[in-house]
C-alpha cells in the first residue's frame, strides 16, 4: 500500500488555514478539514448524539432535530470544563476518521502522493506525531481578527504561541499578503513534498 505522504497544517483562528488547505487541493493533494469530520459526526454519529444530549439536553437541537453547532458553540466556549468534555468525546473520534481516511487514499489504484489536513489544535494534542510534516500558518494579531469572527478568546489562551509552533514546523508562512501569495507559497511546498 503506497501511503500518501501525510502533511498538517494548523495555526491560530483567522490565520488562514482553510484558505491554505483548499490550495493544497487546487496543486493536486488530497485534503479534509477536522471540522468536515466535526461536522459529520455531529450530524451522523449516534453515539455522539446520545452523550450530547445526556449532557446539554434538548436545547442543542435545530427545529428540525439536527444537532445545532451554534448552540453547542454558545454553551461550551465560555467554559472550560464544558469545552474539554466536548473535545474528549470528539477528539478520537477525529482522529479515527483521519487515519481511516488516509488509509482508504492508500489503497486506491492511484493514490494521491500527499494528503493534507487542518488539525487546528494540532500540538497541544501530541498529534503531530501523526504526520510527515507540519505546516504553520499564522497572520498577525490585527489580521486575524478582522478575518474571524469566531468567539476564540477562551480557546486562544489554551494554544501554543505561533512562535513555537513555527520553531517545530517544516514549513511556515506569514499569511498577511494575497490569496496568489499563499497559493504560491504552498505550490512550492508541493513541489518541495513531491520531488
Same mark, same amino acid.
Given at each position: 500500500?503506497?501511503?500518501?505522504?501525510?502533511?498538517?497544517?494548523?495555526?491560530?483562528?483567522?490565520?488562514?488555514?482553510?484558505?491554505?488547505?483548499?490550495?493544497?487541493?487546487?496543486?493536486?493533494?488530497?485534503?479534509?478539514?477536522?471540522?468536515?469530520? !466535526?461536522?459529520?459526526?455531529?450530524?451522523?454519529?449516534?453515539?455522539?448524539?446520545?452523550?450530547?444530549?445526556?449532557?446539554?439536553?434538548?436545547?442543542?437541537?435545530?427545529?428540525?432535530? $439536527?444537532?445545532?453547532?451554534?448552540?453547542?458553540?454558545?454553551?461550551?466556549?465560555?467554559?472550560?470544563?464544558?469545552?474539554?468534555?466536548?473535545?474528549?468525546?470528539?477528539?478520537?473520534? !477525529?482522529?479515527?476518521?483521519?487515519? $481511516?481516511?488516509?488509509?482508504?487514499?492508500?489503497?486506491?489504484?492511484?493514490?494521491?502522493? !500527499?494528503?493534507?489536513?487542518?488539525?487546528?489544535?494540532?500540538?497541544?494534542?501530541?498529534?503531530?506525531?501523526?504526520?510527515?510534516?507540519?505546516? !504553520?500558518?499564522?497572520?498577525?494579531?490585527?489580521?486575524?481578527?478582522?478575518?474571524?469572527?469566531?468567539?476564540?478568546?477562551?480557546?486562544?489562551?489554551?494554544?501554543?504561541?505561533?512562535?513555537?509552533?513555527?520553531?517545530?514546523?517544516?514549513?511556515?508562512?506569514?499569511?498577511?499578503?494575497?490569496? $496568489?501569495?499563499?497559493?504560491?507559497?504552498?505550490?512550492?511546498?508541493? $513541489?518541495?513534498?513531491?520531488?
Amino acid at each position: 500500500m503506497a501511503r500518501p505522504l501525510a502533511v498538517a497544517i494548523t495555526g491560530g483562528i483567522g490565520a488562514g488555514k482553510s484558505e491554505a488547505l483548499a490550495a493544497f487541493a487546487r496543486h493536486g493533494a488530497a485534503i479534509v478539514s477536522s471540522d468536515e469530520i !466535526v461536522h459529520r459526526l455531529l450530524r451522523e454519529d449516534e453515539d455522539v448524539r446520545r452523550n450530547l444530549l445526556e449532557r446539554f439536553g434538548e436545547r442543542i437541537l435545530d427545529d428540525v432535530g $439536527q444537532v445545532d453547532r451554534g448552540a453547542i458553540a454558545r454553551l461550551v466556549f465560555g467554559d472550560r470544563e464544558q469545552l474539554d468534555w466536548l473535545e474528549r468525546l470528539l477528539h478520537p473520534r !477525529v482522529v479515527r476518521e483521519y487515519l $481511516q481516511w488516509r488509509e482508504d487514499l492508500g489503497r486506491l489504484p492511484n493514490p494521491p502522493e !500527499v494528503c493534507v489536513t487542518e488539525v487546528p489544535l494540532l500540538y497541544e494534542v501530541g498529534g503531530d506525531e501523526r504526520f510527515d510534516k507540519v505546516v !504553520v500558518i499564522t497572520a498577525p494579531a490585527e489580521i486575524r481578527a478582522e478575518r474571524s469572527e469566531a468567539a476564540g478568546e477562551l480557546r486562544e489562551t489554551r494554544l501554543i504561541p505561533d512562535e513555537e509552533k513555527a520553531k517545530r514546523a517544516d514549513f511556515v508562512y506569514v499569511n498577511d499578503g494575497t490569496l $496568489q501569495e499563499l497559493d504560491e507559497f504552498v505550490a512550492g511546498v508541493m $513541489q518541495a513534498l513531491t520531488r
